[in-house]
Protein backbone atom coordinates (compact mmCIF):
# COMPACT_ATOMS: atom_id res chain seq x y z
CA UNK A 1 0.00 0.00 0.00
CA UNK A 2 1.43 3.55 -1.13
CA UNK A 3 -0.28 5.26 1.87
CA UNK A 4 -1.88 7.55 -0.47
CA UNK A 5 -5.92 7.44 -1.12
CA UNK A 6 -6.08 5.35 -4.33
CA UNK A 7 -8.69 6.15 -7.04
CA UNK A 8 -8.89 3.49 -10.00
CA UNK A 9 -9.87 4.33 -13.35
CA UNK A 10 -10.35 1.57 -15.89
CA UNK A 11 -11.27 2.03 -20.19
CA UNK A 12 -13.54 -0.81 -21.19
CA UNK A 13 -12.42 -2.18 -24.52
CA UNK A 14 -13.94 -1.31 -27.37
CA UNK A 15 -14.23 -1.54 -31.40
CA UNK A 16 -12.63 0.70 -33.21
CA UNK A 17 -8.77 2.02 -34.57
CA UNK A 18 -6.11 1.89 -31.81
CA UNK A 19 -5.83 5.58 -30.68
CA UNK A 20 -3.38 4.78 -27.82
CA UNK A 21 -3.82 5.76 -23.84
CA UNK A 22 -7.42 7.03 -23.43
CA UNK A 23 -7.33 10.55 -23.05
CA UNK A 24 -10.26 10.69 -20.78
CA UNK A 25 -8.68 9.19 -17.60
CA UNK A 26 -5.47 10.99 -18.43
CA UNK A 27 -7.26 13.82 -18.03
CA UNK A 28 -9.10 12.83 -15.32
CA UNK A 29 -5.43 11.58 -13.80
CA UNK A 30 -4.05 14.87 -14.07
CA UNK A 31 -6.06 17.34 -10.80
CA UNK A 32 -6.04 13.81 -8.90
CA UNK A 33 -2.62 13.56 -8.78
CA UNK A 34 -2.26 17.30 -8.10
CA UNK A 35 -4.00 16.83 -4.77
CA UNK A 36 -2.02 13.76 -3.82
CA UNK A 37 -4.34 10.76 -4.69
CA UNK A 38 -2.86 8.14 -5.91
CA UNK A 39 -4.34 7.19 -9.33
CA UNK A 40 -4.43 3.79 -11.25
CA UNK A 41 -5.23 3.73 -15.11
CA UNK A 42 -6.57 -0.13 -16.11
CA UNK A 43 -6.53 -0.02 -19.68
CA UNK A 44 -7.83 -3.15 -21.36
CA UNK A 45 -5.98 -3.03 -24.06
CA UNK A 46 -2.74 -3.26 -21.82
CA UNK A 47 -4.45 -5.21 -19.26
CA UNK A 48 -6.53 -8.15 -21.28
CA UNK A 49 -7.40 -9.55 -17.84
CA UNK A 50 -8.57 -6.48 -16.41
CA UNK A 51 -11.44 -7.76 -14.12
CA UNK A 52 -8.50 -9.54 -11.91
CA UNK A 53 -6.39 -6.74 -11.98
CA UNK A 54 -9.28 -3.83 -10.92
CA UNK A 55 -10.22 -6.78 -8.30
CA UNK A 56 -7.19 -6.54 -7.00
CA UNK A 57 -6.71 -2.56 -7.37
CA UNK A 58 -9.78 -1.71 -5.08
CA UNK A 59 -8.79 -3.13 -2.37
CA UNK A 60 -7.49 -0.45 -0.72
CA UNK A 61 -9.34 1.97 -3.26
CA UNK A 62 -11.16 5.23 -2.73
CA UNK A 63 -13.89 4.49 -5.57
CA UNK A 64 -13.56 2.99 -8.85
CA UNK A 65 -14.35 5.13 -12.31
CA UNK A 66 -15.45 3.61 -15.16
CA UNK A 67 -15.63 5.55 -18.71
CA UNK A 68 -18.63 4.55 -20.67
CA UNK A 69 -19.04 5.12 -24.79
CA UNK A 70 -22.31 3.93 -26.05
CA UNK A 71 -22.10 0.44 -27.66
CA UNK A 72 -19.17 -2.35 -26.76
CA UNK A 73 -18.03 -0.49 -23.85
CA UNK A 74 -21.33 -0.90 -21.77
CA UNK A 75 -20.68 -4.68 -21.37
CA UNK A 76 -17.39 -4.78 -20.07
CA UNK A 77 -18.14 -1.62 -17.45
CA UNK A 78 -21.14 -3.64 -16.49
CA UNK A 79 -19.26 -7.05 -15.89
CA UNK A 80 -16.53 -5.46 -13.83
CA UNK A 81 -19.15 -3.14 -11.36
CA UNK A 82 -21.13 -6.10 -11.16
CA UNK A 83 -17.96 -8.17 -9.57
CA UNK A 84 -16.82 -5.28 -8.06
CA UNK A 85 -20.18 -4.24 -5.96
CA UNK A 86 -20.28 -8.31 -4.89
CA UNK A 87 -16.93 -7.99 -3.90
CA UNK A 88 -16.66 -4.89 -2.21
CA UNK A 89 -20.19 -3.55 -1.94
CA UNK A 90 -19.17 -0.67 0.27
CA UNK A 91 -16.65 1.13 -3.09
CA UNK A 92 -18.23 3.94 -4.61
CA UNK A 93 -18.68 2.66 -7.76
CA UNK A 94 -18.63 5.65 -10.67
CA UNK A 95 -19.64 5.99 -13.99
CA UNK A 96 -18.57 8.85 -16.58
CA UNK A 97 -18.68 9.93 -20.24
CA UNK A 98 -20.71 10.25 -23.23
CA UNK A 99 -23.30 7.19 -22.60
CA UNK A 100 -23.63 7.97 -19.19
CA UNK A 101 -23.76 11.81 -19.27
CA UNK A 102 -26.60 11.11 -22.15
CA UNK A 103 -28.32 8.30 -20.61
CA UNK A 104 -27.99 9.57 -16.36
CA UNK A 105 -31.59 8.45 -15.46
CA UNK A 106 -31.67 5.37 -16.90
CA UNK A 107 -27.62 4.14 -16.10
CA UNK A 108 -28.32 5.27 -12.59
CA UNK A 109 -31.79 2.77 -12.09
CA UNK A 110 -28.46 -0.07 -12.20
CA UNK A 111 -27.96 -1.28 -8.64
CA UNK A 112 -23.92 -1.27 -9.76
CA UNK A 113 -23.60 2.31 -10.35
CA UNK A 114 -23.41 4.96 -7.35
CA UNK A 115 -22.77 7.70 -9.23
CA UNK A 116 -22.84 9.52 -12.56
CA UNK A 117 -20.33 12.37 -13.43
CA UNK A 118 -21.87 14.01 -16.26
CA UNK A 119 -20.16 16.09 -18.86
CA UNK A 120 -16.37 17.32 -18.42
CA UNK A 121 -15.23 15.41 -15.71
CA UNK A 122 -11.81 16.87 -14.34
CA UNK A 123 -13.13 19.08 -11.41
CA UNK A 124 -16.51 16.67 -10.37
CA UNK A 125 -14.24 13.83 -9.46
CA UNK A 126 -11.72 15.38 -8.02
CA UNK A 127 -14.40 17.24 -5.83
CA UNK A 128 -16.39 14.03 -5.42
CA UNK A 129 -13.00 11.89 -4.43
CA UNK A 130 -12.21 14.60 -2.39
CA UNK A 131 -15.86 14.06 -0.02
CA UNK A 132 -15.40 10.77 0.00
CA UNK A 133 -11.32 10.82 1.37
CA UNK A 134 -12.47 12.95 3.96
CA UNK A 135 -16.04 10.95 4.66
CA UNK A 136 -18.32 13.79 3.65
CA UNK A 137 -21.45 14.05 1.68
CA UNK A 138 -21.88 14.00 -1.94
CA UNK A 139 -24.39 16.84 -1.78
CA UNK A 140 -23.80 19.95 -3.84
CA UNK A 141 -21.16 18.60 -5.99
CA UNK A 142 -22.04 20.43 -9.25
CA UNK A 143 -22.47 17.95 -12.31
CA UNK A 144 -22.98 14.87 -10.17
CA UNK A 145 -25.85 12.68 -10.20
CA UNK A 146 -26.07 9.56 -7.39
CA UNK A 147 -28.20 7.64 -5.21
CA UNK A 148 -28.74 8.74 -1.51
CA UNK A 149 -28.69 6.69 1.44
CA UNK A 150 -32.36 6.01 0.86
CA UNK A 151 -31.54 4.58 -2.86
CA UNK A 152 -33.00 8.24 -4.00
CA UNK A 153 -31.52 9.53 -6.90
CA UNK A 154 -30.11 12.91 -6.76
CA UNK A 155 -29.02 15.07 -9.68
CA UNK A 156 -27.18 18.08 -8.71
CA UNK A 157 -26.92 20.96 -10.62
CA UNK A 158 -24.87 21.45 -14.09
CA UNK A 159 -21.38 22.28 -14.05
CA UNK A 160 -20.31 25.13 -16.28
CA UNK A 161 -18.25 24.38 -19.25
CA UNK A 162 -14.59 24.73 -17.94
CA UNK A 163 -11.98 27.02 -20.16
CA UNK A 164 -9.45 24.05 -21.37
CA UNK A 165 -6.82 26.31 -20.54
CA UNK A 166 -7.77 26.41 -17.26
CA UNK A 167 -7.49 22.54 -16.54
CA UNK A 168 -3.80 20.80 -15.86
CA UNK A 169 -2.61 19.00 -18.92
CA UNK A 170 -3.37 15.50 -19.16
CA UNK A 171 -0.97 13.08 -17.41
CA UNK A 172 0.54 11.37 -20.45
CA UNK A 173 3.51 10.38 -17.58
CA UNK A 174 1.08 7.36 -16.88
CA UNK A 175 0.79 5.73 -20.17
CA UNK A 176 4.64 4.71 -22.07
CA UNK A 177 3.60 5.29 -25.33
CA UNK A 178 6.15 2.55 -26.36
CA UNK A 179 3.75 -0.05 -24.29
CA UNK A 180 0.73 1.20 -26.54
CA UNK A 181 3.01 1.06 -29.74
CA UNK A 182 3.84 -2.77 -28.48
CA UNK A 183 -0.11 -3.86 -28.41
CA UNK A 184 -0.92 -1.53 -31.15
CA UNK A 185 1.46 -1.22 -33.98
CA UNK A 186 1.56 2.81 -33.42
CA UNK A 187 3.48 5.29 -31.53
CA UNK A 188 0.57 7.46 -31.11
CA UNK A 189 -0.39 10.31 -28.82
CA UNK A 190 -3.86 11.23 -28.44
CA UNK A 191 -4.42 15.43 -28.14
CA UNK A 192 -7.27 17.37 -27.91
CA UNK A 193 -6.98 21.21 -28.88
CA UNK A 194 -10.27 22.48 -28.24
CA UNK A 195 -13.61 21.25 -27.21
CA UNK A 196 -17.07 21.99 -28.87
CA UNK A 197 -18.71 22.64 -32.15
CA UNK A 198 -20.72 25.82 -32.44
CA UNK A 199 -23.23 23.48 -35.04
CA UNK A 200 -26.51 22.15 -33.71
CA UNK A 201 -26.93 18.62 -36.68
CA UNK A 202 -29.98 16.72 -35.30
CA UNK A 203 -28.28 13.66 -34.79
CA UNK A 204 -25.37 14.48 -33.02
CA UNK A 205 -24.55 15.05 -28.86
CA UNK A 206 -21.76 17.96 -28.92
CA UNK A 207 -24.39 20.29 -28.10
CA UNK A 208 -25.91 18.66 -25.26
CA UNK A 209 -22.01 18.29 -23.91
CA UNK A 210 -20.44 21.59 -24.92
CA UNK A 211 -23.43 23.50 -25.13
CA UNK A 212 -22.08 24.99 -28.66
CA UNK A 213 -19.15 26.80 -27.47
CA UNK A 214 -16.05 26.34 -29.36
CA UNK A 215 -13.21 26.47 -26.17
CA UNK A 216 -9.33 25.54 -27.20
CA UNK A 217 -6.33 26.29 -26.34
CA UNK A 218 -3.80 28.84 -27.40
CA UNK A 219 -1.16 28.70 -30.23
CA UNK A 220 1.50 28.67 -28.21
CA UNK A 221 0.19 26.24 -25.67
CA UNK A 222 -0.79 23.49 -28.23
CA UNK A 223 2.88 23.85 -30.37
CA UNK A 224 4.89 24.62 -27.07
CA UNK A 225 3.03 21.12 -26.19
CA UNK A 226 3.57 19.42 -29.37
CA UNK A 227 7.27 20.14 -29.31
CA UNK A 228 7.48 18.57 -26.26
CA UNK A 229 5.39 15.48 -26.29
CA UNK A 230 6.65 14.45 -29.57
CA UNK A 231 10.29 14.07 -29.20
CA UNK A 232 9.58 12.99 -25.44
CA UNK A 233 7.69 9.84 -26.05
CA UNK A 234 8.52 9.65 -29.69
CA UNK A 235 5.07 10.31 -31.19
CA UNK A 236 5.14 9.14 -34.74
CA UNK A 237 1.22 10.21 -35.46
CA UNK A 238 -1.19 12.54 -33.02
CA UNK A 239 -5.30 12.04 -33.06
CA UNK A 240 -6.40 15.28 -32.55
CA UNK A 241 -9.99 14.55 -30.45
CA UNK A 242 -11.45 17.69 -31.19
CA UNK A 243 -15.27 18.25 -32.15
CA UNK A 244 -14.40 20.62 -35.30
CA UNK A 245 -10.93 21.52 -35.53
CA UNK A 246 -11.04 24.44 -38.11
CA UNK A 247 -14.22 26.29 -36.12
CA UNK A 248 -11.28 29.04 -35.50
CA UNK A 249 -8.79 28.90 -39.10
CA UNK A 250 -6.40 31.53 -38.01
CA UNK A 251 -5.66 29.36 -35.00
CA UNK A 252 -5.58 25.87 -36.79
CA UNK A 253 -2.70 27.77 -39.89
CA UNK A 254 -0.78 29.49 -36.40
CA UNK A 255 -0.53 26.25 -34.91
CA UNK A 256 0.68 24.10 -38.30
CA UNK A 257 3.05 27.32 -38.97
CA UNK A 258 4.09 27.17 -35.02
CA UNK A 259 4.43 23.25 -35.79
CA UNK A 260 6.78 23.68 -39.00
CA UNK A 261 8.89 26.15 -37.47
CA UNK A 262 9.51 23.80 -34.47
CA UNK A 263 10.84 21.77 -36.89
CA UNK A 264 9.14 18.33 -35.37
CA UNK A 265 7.90 15.75 -37.74
CA UNK A 266 5.13 14.25 -36.83
CA UNK A 267 1.83 12.89 -38.72
CA UNK A 268 -1.56 14.16 -37.31
CA UNK A 269 -4.95 14.54 -37.84
CA UNK A 270 -8.22 15.87 -37.19
CA UNK A 271 -12.16 15.89 -37.93
CA UNK A 272 -13.58 19.16 -39.24
CA UNK A 273 -17.04 20.44 -41.35
CA UNK A 274 -16.11 21.19 -45.04
CA UNK A 275 -17.84 24.55 -44.63
CA UNK A 276 -14.52 25.78 -42.74
CA UNK A 277 -12.05 23.70 -44.86
CA UNK A 278 -13.61 25.44 -48.63
CA UNK A 279 -13.31 28.82 -47.21
CA UNK A 280 -9.54 28.15 -46.53
CA UNK A 281 -6.81 29.30 -49.19
CA UNK A 282 -4.92 26.52 -51.18
CA UNK A 283 -1.93 27.95 -49.50
CA UNK A 284 -3.11 27.15 -45.90
CA UNK A 285 -4.42 23.98 -46.80
CA UNK A 286 -0.91 22.99 -47.94
CA UNK A 287 0.71 24.50 -44.77
CA UNK A 288 -1.61 21.70 -42.73
CA UNK A 289 -0.29 19.62 -44.89
CA UNK A 290 3.50 20.01 -44.28
CA UNK A 291 2.84 20.60 -40.80
CA UNK A 292 2.54 16.65 -40.97
CA UNK A 293 -1.55 16.88 -41.04
CA UNK A 294 -2.35 13.48 -43.38
CA UNK A 295 -5.74 12.59 -43.09
CA UNK A 296 -9.18 14.86 -42.50
CA UNK A 297 -11.97 13.48 -41.14
CA UNK A 298 -15.82 15.34 -42.54
CA UNK A 299 -18.99 14.61 -41.19
CA UNK A 300 -20.55 15.34 -44.67
CA UNK A 301 -23.56 12.63 -44.63
CA UNK A 302 -25.31 13.72 -47.87
CA UNK A 303 -25.01 15.05 -50.83
CA UNK A 304 -28.63 16.22 -51.30
CA UNK A 305 -29.72 19.58 -49.51
CA UNK A 306 -33.03 18.75 -48.41
CA UNK A 307 -31.25 16.16 -46.46
CA UNK A 308 -28.96 17.91 -44.87
CA UNK A 309 -31.74 20.47 -44.06
CA UNK A 310 -33.44 17.52 -42.04
CA UNK A 311 -30.49 16.98 -40.93
CA UNK A 312 -30.08 20.85 -39.46
CA UNK A 313 -27.01 20.86 -41.78
CA UNK A 314 -27.50 23.56 -43.33
CA UNK A 315 -24.16 25.12 -42.79
CA UNK A 316 -23.24 22.41 -45.71
CA UNK A 317 -23.18 22.29 -49.62
CA UNK A 318 -22.31 20.08 -52.00
CA UNK A 319 -20.05 22.84 -53.30
CA UNK A 320 -17.82 22.80 -50.61
CA UNK A 321 -17.75 19.23 -50.58
CA UNK A 322 -16.17 19.39 -54.03
CA UNK A 323 -13.63 22.38 -52.85
CA UNK A 324 -12.55 20.36 -49.73
CA UNK A 325 -11.98 17.50 -52.13
CA UNK A 326 -9.87 19.54 -54.51
CA UNK A 327 -8.29 21.50 -52.13
CA UNK A 328 -6.72 18.57 -49.64
CA UNK A 329 -5.93 16.35 -53.23
CA UNK A 330 -3.62 19.91 -54.34
CA UNK A 331 -2.32 19.43 -50.44
CA UNK A 332 -1.86 15.53 -50.89
CA UNK A 333 -4.08 15.19 -47.63
CA UNK A 334 -6.54 11.86 -47.64
CA UNK A 335 -10.12 12.75 -46.68
CA UNK A 336 -12.64 10.24 -45.49
CA UNK A 337 -16.17 11.39 -46.30
CA UNK A 338 -18.81 9.89 -43.49
CA UNK A 339 -21.82 9.41 -45.08
CA UNK A 340 -25.51 8.84 -43.21
CA UNK A 341 -28.25 6.54 -45.05
CA UNK A 342 -31.34 5.87 -43.72
CA UNK A 343 -31.90 9.34 -42.39
CA UNK A 344 -35.95 9.57 -41.47
CA UNK A 345 -37.12 11.83 -44.14
CA UNK A 346 -34.40 10.40 -46.72
CA UNK A 347 -36.36 9.39 -49.77
CA UNK A 348 -34.76 6.57 -52.14
CA UNK A 349 -33.83 9.14 -54.46
CA UNK A 350 -31.74 11.29 -52.76
CA UNK A 351 -29.64 8.23 -51.45
CA UNK A 352 -29.06 7.44 -54.78
CA UNK A 353 -28.46 10.91 -55.72
CA UNK A 354 -25.71 11.31 -52.59
CA UNK A 355 -24.14 7.50 -53.90
CA UNK A 356 -23.59 9.37 -57.19
CA UNK A 357 -22.87 12.49 -55.84
CA UNK A 358 -20.33 11.03 -54.05
CA UNK A 359 -18.52 8.65 -56.25
CA UNK A 360 -18.09 11.77 -59.13
CA UNK A 361 -16.04 13.53 -56.18
CA UNK A 362 -14.11 10.34 -55.56
CA UNK A 363 -13.30 10.02 -59.66
CA UNK A 364 -11.80 13.44 -59.55
CA UNK A 365 -10.01 13.45 -56.49
CA UNK A 366 -8.37 9.74 -55.51
CA UNK A 367 -7.50 11.42 -51.64
CA UNK A 368 -11.45 10.99 -51.17
CA UNK A 369 -12.72 7.69 -49.16
CA UNK A 370 -15.78 7.32 -47.66
CA UNK A 371 -17.58 6.18 -44.69
CA UNK A 372 -20.97 5.34 -44.84
CA UNK A 373 -23.19 3.83 -42.20
CA UNK A 374 -26.96 3.70 -41.60
CA UNK A 375 -28.61 6.24 -39.24
CA UNK A 376 -27.60 5.15 -35.37
CA UNK A 377 -29.62 7.10 -33.10
CA UNK A 378 -27.14 7.35 -29.93
CA UNK A 379 -28.93 8.22 -26.30
CA UNK A 380 -29.61 12.03 -26.42
CA UNK A 381 -29.40 13.12 -29.72
CA UNK A 382 -31.83 16.37 -30.08
CA UNK A 383 -33.95 14.50 -32.51
CA UNK A 384 -35.42 11.30 -30.20
CA UNK A 385 -38.47 13.06 -29.99
CA UNK A 386 -39.17 12.87 -33.39
CA UNK A 387 -37.83 9.76 -33.65
CA UNK A 388 -40.32 8.16 -30.88
CA UNK A 389 -43.09 9.69 -32.91
CA UNK A 390 -42.42 7.88 -35.86
CA UNK A 391 -42.16 4.82 -34.03
CA UNK A 392 -38.69 3.97 -33.00
CA UNK A 393 -37.90 2.28 -29.61
CA UNK A 394 -35.46 3.74 -27.54
CA UNK A 395 -33.28 1.15 -25.80
CA UNK A 396 -35.05 0.63 -22.52
CA UNK A 397 -31.58 -0.39 -20.26
CA UNK A 398 -27.84 0.20 -20.53
CA UNK A 399 -27.22 -3.09 -21.82
CA UNK A 400 -29.65 -2.83 -24.53
CA UNK A 401 -27.49 0.50 -25.77
CA UNK A 402 -24.77 -1.99 -25.52
CA UNK A 403 -25.97 -4.45 -28.62
CA UNK A 404 -26.71 -1.41 -30.68
CA UNK A 405 -23.57 -1.35 -32.92
CA UNK A 406 -23.41 0.91 -36.12
CA UNK A 407 -26.71 -0.17 -39.24
CA UNK A 408 -27.95 -2.73 -36.90
CA UNK A 409 -30.51 -1.02 -35.24
CA UNK A 410 -34.02 -0.99 -36.57
CA UNK A 411 -35.69 2.20 -38.32
CA UNK A 412 -39.54 1.60 -39.17
CA UNK A 413 -38.69 3.16 -42.29
CA UNK A 414 -35.98 0.87 -43.30
CA UNK A 415 -36.77 -2.86 -42.75
CA UNK A 416 -37.02 -6.17 -45.10
CA UNK A 417 -36.54 -5.53 -49.18
CA UNK A 418 -35.96 -1.89 -48.29
CA UNK A 419 -33.05 -2.55 -45.89
CA UNK A 420 -31.82 -5.53 -47.99
CA UNK A 421 -31.63 -2.41 -51.07
CA UNK A 422 -29.83 0.15 -48.83
CA UNK A 423 -27.17 -2.33 -47.64
CA UNK A 424 -26.57 -3.77 -51.18
CA UNK A 425 -26.55 -0.52 -53.09
CA UNK A 426 -24.08 0.88 -50.32
CA UNK A 427 -21.95 -2.07 -50.84
CA UNK A 428 -21.81 -1.63 -54.63
CA UNK A 429 -21.10 1.83 -53.62
CA UNK A 430 -18.02 1.07 -51.46
CA UNK A 431 -17.52 -1.38 -53.96
CA UNK A 432 -17.59 0.99 -57.23
CA UNK A 433 -15.10 3.22 -55.10
CA UNK A 434 -12.81 0.75 -54.13
CA UNK A 435 -12.39 -0.54 -57.68
CA UNK A 436 -11.24 2.56 -58.80
CA UNK A 437 -9.14 3.27 -56.74
CA UNK A 438 -7.10 -0.23 -57.10
CA UNK A 439 -7.08 0.25 -60.78
CA UNK A 440 -5.60 3.72 -60.36
CA UNK A 441 -2.67 2.19 -58.36
CA UNK A 442 -2.07 -0.80 -61.01
CA UNK A 443 -1.94 -0.20 -64.04
CA UNK A 444 -2.23 -3.39 -66.13
CA UNK A 445 -5.09 -3.80 -63.52
CA UNK A 446 -6.97 -1.17 -65.18
CA UNK A 447 -8.63 -2.66 -68.11
CA UNK A 448 -9.38 -6.51 -67.20
CA UNK A 449 -10.80 -5.65 -63.68
CA UNK A 450 -12.75 -2.46 -64.75
CA UNK A 451 -14.03 -4.19 -67.82
CA UNK A 452 -15.10 -7.77 -65.60
CA UNK A 453 -16.03 -5.90 -62.32
CA UNK A 454 -16.28 -2.17 -62.71
CA UNK A 455 -18.49 -1.73 -65.58
CA UNK A 456 -21.28 -4.22 -64.28
CA UNK A 457 -21.08 -2.02 -61.17
CA UNK A 458 -21.57 1.39 -62.57
CA UNK A 459 -24.32 -0.24 -64.52
CA UNK A 460 -26.02 -1.51 -61.17
CA UNK A 461 -25.55 1.74 -59.50
CA UNK A 462 -26.94 3.18 -62.40
CA UNK A 463 -30.07 1.04 -62.78
CA UNK A 464 -30.49 0.56 -58.76
CA UNK A 465 -30.51 -2.82 -59.76
CA UNK A 466 -28.72 -5.26 -56.81
CA UNK A 467 -30.17 -8.38 -57.04
CA UNK A 468 -28.00 -11.48 -57.72
CA UNK A 469 -24.82 -9.18 -56.76
CA UNK A 470 -22.18 -11.64 -58.20
CA UNK A 471 -19.77 -9.02 -58.03
CA UNK A 472 -19.73 -8.41 -54.20
CA UNK A 473 -19.63 -12.23 -53.75
CA UNK A 474 -16.12 -11.79 -56.37
CA UNK A 475 -14.89 -9.06 -54.73
CA UNK A 476 -15.24 -10.74 -51.44
CA UNK A 477 -13.66 -13.83 -52.16
CA UNK A 478 -11.15 -12.14 -54.03
CA UNK A 479 -9.61 -9.95 -50.64
CA UNK A 480 -12.10 -7.27 -48.87
CA UNK A 481 -12.32 -5.07 -51.57
CA UNK A 482 -15.11 -3.47 -49.69
CA UNK A 483 -13.38 -1.17 -47.16
CA UNK A 484 -14.35 0.83 -44.58
CA UNK A 485 -11.97 3.70 -42.99
CA UNK A 486 -12.08 4.96 -39.34
CA UNK A 487 -12.89 8.85 -39.44
CA UNK A 488 -10.74 10.03 -36.86
CA UNK A 489 -7.93 8.44 -38.78
CA UNK A 490 -8.27 6.90 -42.19
CA UNK A 491 -7.23 3.75 -41.16
CA UNK A 492 -8.95 0.64 -42.99
CA UNK A 493 -11.33 -1.24 -40.50
CA UNK A 494 -11.84 -4.63 -40.72
CA UNK A 495 -15.31 -5.79 -42.22
CA UNK A 496 -16.71 -6.82 -38.85
CA UNK A 497 -15.72 -3.03 -37.21
CA UNK A 498 -18.29 -0.87 -38.51
CA UNK A 499 -17.96 1.36 -35.42
CA UNK A 500 -16.46 4.67 -36.57
CA UNK A 501 -16.60 7.46 -35.43
C1 LIG B 1 -11.89 9.26 -29.57
C2 LIG B 1 -13.34 8.97 -29.77
C3 LIG B 1 -13.71 7.64 -29.90
C4 LIG B 1 -12.75 6.48 -29.73
C5 LIG B 1 -12.52 6.25 -28.23
C6 LIG B 1 -11.35 5.32 -27.93
C7 LIG B 1 -10.13 6.03 -27.47
N1 LIG B 1 -9.06 5.30 -27.42
O1 LIG B 1 -10.10 7.19 -27.13
C8 LIG B 1 -13.51 5.31 -30.45
C9 LIG B 1 -12.97 5.12 -31.85
C10 LIG B 1 -13.53 3.98 -29.74
C11 LIG B 1 -14.91 5.88 -30.51
C12 LIG B 1 -15.96 5.07 -30.83
C13 LIG B 1 -17.25 5.50 -30.86
N2 LIG B 1 -17.69 6.74 -30.76
CO1 LIG B 1 -16.54 8.20 -30.34
N3 LIG B 1 -15.58 9.70 -30.05
C14 LIG B 1 -14.31 10.01 -29.82
C15 LIG B 1 -14.08 11.52 -29.72
C16 LIG B 1 -13.61 12.05 -31.07
C17 LIG B 1 -13.10 11.97 -28.65
C18 LIG B 1 -13.35 11.39 -27.26
C19 LIG B 1 -12.26 11.82 -26.34
O2 LIG B 1 -11.43 11.03 -25.94
N4 LIG B 1 -12.22 13.10 -25.99
C20 LIG B 1 -11.22 13.67 -25.10
C21 LIG B 1 -11.57 13.31 -23.65
C22 LIG B 1 -10.69 14.11 -22.72
O3 LIG B 1 -12.91 13.71 -23.43
P1 LIG B 1 -14.03 12.64 -23.06
O4 LIG B 1 -13.74 11.32 -23.60
O5 LIG B 1 -15.33 13.24 -23.34
O6 LIG B 1 -13.83 12.52 -21.46
C23 LIG B 1 -14.28 13.53 -20.59
C24 LIG B 1 -15.72 13.32 -20.10
O7 LIG B 1 -16.50 12.56 -20.97
C25 LIG B 1 -15.59 12.69 -18.76
N5 LIG B 1 -15.37 11.26 -18.64
C26 LIG B 1 -15.06 10.34 -19.55
N6 LIG B 1 -14.91 9.14 -18.99
C27 LIG B 1 -15.12 9.27 -17.69
C28 LIG B 1 -15.05 8.35 -16.63
C29 LIG B 1 -15.28 8.79 -15.35
C30 LIG B 1 -15.20 7.82 -14.21
C31 LIG B 1 -15.59 10.15 -15.09
C32 LIG B 1 -15.83 10.60 -13.71
C33 LIG B 1 -15.68 11.07 -16.15
C34 LIG B 1 -15.41 10.63 -17.43
O8 LIG B 1 -14.41 13.33 -18.27
C35 LIG B 1 -13.46 13.42 -19.33
C36 LIG B 1 -12.59 14.64 -19.09
O9 LIG B 1 -13.36 15.81 -19.12
C37 LIG B 1 -15.53 12.01 -29.36
C38 LIG B 1 -15.88 13.41 -29.85
C39 LIG B 1 -15.43 14.46 -28.89
N7 LIG B 1 -15.29 15.64 -29.40
O10 LIG B 1 -15.21 14.23 -27.71
C40 LIG B 1 -16.40 10.97 -30.06
C41 LIG B 1 -17.73 10.59 -29.43
C42 LIG B 1 -17.56 10.42 -27.96
N8 LIG B 1 -18.04 9.27 -30.04
C43 LIG B 1 -19.26 9.13 -30.33
C44 LIG B 1 -19.79 7.98 -30.95
C45 LIG B 1 -21.21 8.07 -31.47
C46 LIG B 1 -19.01 6.84 -31.04
C47 LIG B 1 -19.52 5.48 -31.50
C48 LIG B 1 -20.80 5.08 -30.80
C49 LIG B 1 -19.62 5.58 -32.98
C50 LIG B 1 -20.07 4.43 -33.72
N9 LIG B 1 -20.31 4.82 -34.86
O11 LIG B 1 -20.15 3.30 -33.33
C51 LIG B 1 -18.36 4.55 -31.12
C52 LIG B 1 -18.76 3.77 -29.83
C53 LIG B 1 -17.74 2.99 -29.18
C54 LIG B 1 -17.38 1.70 -29.85
N10 LIG B 1 -17.76 1.46 -31.05
O12 LIG B 1 -16.78 0.89 -29.25
C55 LIG B 1 -20.13 10.31 -29.93
C56 LIG B 1 -20.96 10.11 -28.70
C57 LIG B 1 -20.84 8.75 -28.09
C58 LIG B 1 -21.78 8.21 -27.11
N11 LIG B 1 -23.08 8.41 -27.16
O13 LIG B 1 -21.30 7.48 -26.29
C59 LIG B 1 -19.02 11.42 -29.83
C60 LIG B 1 -19.34 12.52 -28.86
C61 LIG B 1 -18.90 11.98 -31.26
C62 LIG B 1 -20.11 12.81 -31.64
N12 LIG B 1 -19.99 14.12 -31.66
O14 LIG B 1 -21.15 12.29 -31.93
N13 LIG B 1 -14.95 7.16 -30.26
S1 LIG C 1 -21.93 16.61 -36.34
FE1 LIG C 1 -20.00 17.72 -36.40
S2 LIG C 1 -20.60 19.73 -37.25
FE2 LIG C 1 -22.49 18.78 -36.53
S3 LIG C 1 -22.75 19.52 -34.43
FE3 LIG C 1 -21.67 17.54 -34.30
S4 LIG C 1 -19.52 18.10 -34.23
FE4 LIG C 1 -20.62 19.89 -35.00
Redesign the pocket.
Known amino acids: MSGKDKVV ?1 F ?1 PP ?15 ASPLLQAGFEVKLIDNLLAPDYETTILREIEDALLL ?9 IGAAVRVAKAVKKRKPSLPV ?9 ATEQTLREPFVDAI ?1 R ?4 L ?2 LE ?1 TQRIAQGGEWHGVRGLSFKDGSGRVVHEAERRVADINTLPA ?1 AYHLADPGVYAAASGIRQL ?1 Y ?1 SS ?1 G ?1 PYQCNY ?3 QV ?1 YKRRFNAYRVDRVVNDLSELVPRYEIDHV ?1 L ?3 NFLVDRKRAVAIAKGIIAAGIKFQWDF ?1 TSTDFLALMSEEDVRLLAESGVHHIGFGTESASQEVLVLMNKRFQHVEQMVETARKTHLAGIHVVFNIILGYPGETEAQRQHTFRVMSEIAKDYSNVSFSP ?1 IF ?1 P ?3 IPIWPQLREMGVREPQSLEEWETL ?2 GTNVLPWLRGEDLRRLRRSLDYFLLNNQIRKVTKKIPWAKRSVRRILGAPVRWRIGKSRYSFPWELWVSRAVEKVVTRR ?1 L ?1 TGQPLAERT ?4
Do not use: K, M, R
Open positions: LYYDGPPLGAPLSLLCLGISVLTGPHVFGGWHASLVGQGETLLPATVCCTDFPFDSQNTYPGALSLQEVC
